[in-house]
């Protein structure tokens, strides 16, 4: 019932920055909990950041502190993710995820839908 659609994704020289968008459409409802994860090639998919609906509690990963900014726009339905100063370990598939339950966690299982991810390259 909710389809997410990431993009923003690219290929950038350590330093640089990068926006991720993730739309949402569908029977979103109201109140929920939007998260950014991402997936190294040979690693496990880790959390990165989650927003509250409202946008009042935001939570990162301590990999991206003070580097990433979360923050959402409900009249579009989107969720972005302004990356700086990005790092070679950041490269990998970014995908946001939807909680309806709209409690912001960061396990991965608490997420009912999910986007099909876009590539975030970081060049040494």
């Known amino acids: 019932q909710v389809q997410l659609v990431e993009s923003g994704g690219g290929l950038v020289q350590a330093g640089g920055s990068l926006r991720l968008s993730c739309a949402a459409s569908?029977?979103?409802?109201?109140?929920?909990?939007l998260a950014w994860f991402r997936q190294a090639p040979g690693k496990e998919r880790e959390f990165v950041s989650t927003i509250t609906w409202s946008g009042g509690s935001a939570a990162y990963a301590n990999s991206v502190k003070d580097r990433f900014t979360i923050s959402r726009d409900n009249a579009k339905n989107t969720v972005y993710l302004q990356m700086n100063s990005l790092k070679p370990e950041d490269t990998a598939v970014y995908y946001c995820?939807?909680?309806?339950?709209?409690?912001?966690?960061?396990?991965?299982?608490?997420?009912?839908?999910w986007g099909q991810g876009t590539q975030v390259t970081v060049s040494s």
């Open positions: 569908g029977r979103t409802g109201s109140r929920y909990a």
């Open positions: 995820a939807a909680d309806l339950s709209g409690y912001g966690s960061r396990g991965e299982y608490a997420y009912e839908y």
